[in-house]
């Protein structure tokens, strides 16, 4: 893990990051980013193609293209974005606003579904943070009630010795925040964010900077595409999750397209 991780360089908001995460994908269009600068949820632009203005993969139909499962849980609506854009990527996807319900259906497809991919958002945190601050006595109860909802899914997988052996989790965010607001992508209280891997065979305890030398740790500062040596960011999230499955990276892709990210003991 890291609590050293970044965001997307352009915008510390939620689609765009997210969008990030599941094409791996930079968010400038005219660099060969996805495109997605909005964050709700408007249907023109109805796809991330459209908004890109070409062809545009991710997880999700690498996942079809060799044919396997995956599923999308989230908590709010603008994530249908995704759905529209990879139809036949996302085998079920559920959004809705109540966590109880989102993460008990989650755990229930755990339980009865082979799927090579479990998408699943948790909006607590941001939500508490709108309303009454980031790090404000509110929102760090919607942080400790999240952990207990990820606490619940931890424990779905750990029921039986084949999803124990067979499953990693990655968990990151699409930004930080601080006080009343998350938007000037230049504060470090909002690019920087975590990133931490669970699972049989993770370099328990590692630091991914300490046992990743192609990467390296930005401190504070706010590094840009260009440097030689990028910070481990979110949208490293769709190569990782394929490189594990033993996939090749998401076409045109530019996030850990090496996929040197390492996370596995040697």
Known sequence: STLNARTEHELTITLPNHTGMVTSRRIDLL??????????????PRTVQVAAGQRVGSVFSSLEAADLSASLFAAKGKFDLFDRSWPNGVDHTLIRGDHTKLIREARRDLRT??????????????????????????YMDAVRESDYLVGQVLKTIGRSAESRDHTMVVLTADHGGLGPSHLDPRRYANFRVPFLVWGAGV???????????????????????????QPVRNGAVGNLVLDVLGLPPIPDSEHDYAQDLEVLAP
């Open 113 to 138: 579904t082979w799927r090579a991919l479990t998408f699943l958002h948790i909006s607590l945190p941001d939500v508490a943070g709108h309303h009454h601050g980031w790090f404000s006595p509110e």
């Open 31 to 44: 660099s060969g980013g996805h495109g997605v600068t909005w964050n709700d949820d408007r249907v023109v």
């Open 203 to 229: 370099a328990a305890g590692a630091d991914l900077y300490a046992i990743n030398p192609t990467y390296a740790d930005p401190g504070k500062a706010r590094v840009g595409y260009a440097a030689e040596l």
